[in-house]
């Protein structure tokens, strides 16, 4: 089960108490889950269809709680890749009528295509709980959230931009920033701050998904500050074990040389500690020496053994032998 399926199901079993609550989250099923079949001349049906099968039985339990609705939720098999059963509630034709306007889809018992109102109806949705309902009618019917544990993603996906705009000020009024697009046809309200989703959770009432969302969310937020702290690391430590390779080889030219003996005591000294404990940090190095001395100290002198080197390789190069740098042993 996905975890989308679970947080339906989860808010599926919630509770109905209010009517006008009730009222708001079918207005929302059939807003995002429903189709208006007409059937010849001012006959029309109303469908709604889902795969999810607790979602249709609370949809079959706000149909009777709120508009004393019985109705049959008939089962057929869907023909995708993914073979499902699509659970398909319908409201005869008798009732079709005042049920539009009572979910205030309609104004009035005459019906006209052009008139629908397939935007969030404004009066059902006055009270808090009314509005969490609508959302939460509303992820039911047309919403999914990716499992945490790949990415933070929410949306609903709906047929009419009016209705997309309406859900994204409906968020708005609880500080959850819903951004739309359209593709192909569709206007999609999303989500992808993981705080954002966790509180969009909690709106709509799904407390078992939050607590689940929040472990996954803390262990990924553990072991990506790990990582961040390892990869640090491993990078501090590339970076010694370069720059001690590159020291230790100009080291070697001065062997190669010999000059290295040579050089005045502070940097013979350093000279011979960097060949012995070539893992050994600048720190390291300069609590190693006679008179210890610090990090950008040692940095400083070790430099100078670098730059006598390089004009030792410049010497070799325009055929000058055993020519020592006089000007680069000043300390």
Known sequence: MTFSSKIKDELSRNEIIDVCCAKAEIAALVR????????????????????????????????????????????????????????????????????????????????????????????????????????????????????????????????????????????????????MLNRKNYFIVYVKESEQISDLLSLMGAYNAVLDFENIRAVKETRNQINRVINCETANLDKIVDTSMRQINHIKILKKHKVIDKLPENLRELAYLRLKHSNASLKELGQMLNSPLGKSGVNHRLRKIEEIAEELLEQEKRGVKDEIPKSNFKK
């Open 32 to 179: 995002t889950a429903g189709y208006i079949n007409f059937k010849g001349l001012k006959k029309l049906e109303i469908e709604m269809s889902t795969e999810n099968a607790a979602i249709a039985r609370h949809i079959f339990k706000l149909l009777k709680f709120a508009f004393d609705i019985s109705t049959e939720v008939s089962v057929k098999r869907t023909n995708r890749l993914k073979k499902k059963n699509s659970y398909n509630i319908r409201i005869e034709e008798e009732l079709s009528r005042s049920f539009l306007k009572d979910i205030q889809l309609t104004k009035d018992d005459e019906l006209n295509f052009m008139n629908f109102n397939y935007g969030v109806p404004k009066d059902l949705v006055k009270n808090d709980c009314c509005k969490r309902a609508y959302i939460r009618g509303s992820f039911m019917g047309c919403g999914s959230i990716s499992d945490p544990e790949k990415s933070y993603h929410a949306e609903l996906v709906n047929n009419k931009e009016e209705h997309g705009k309406g859900l994204c000020k409906l968020l708005k009024k609880y500080n959850i920033n819903g951004k």
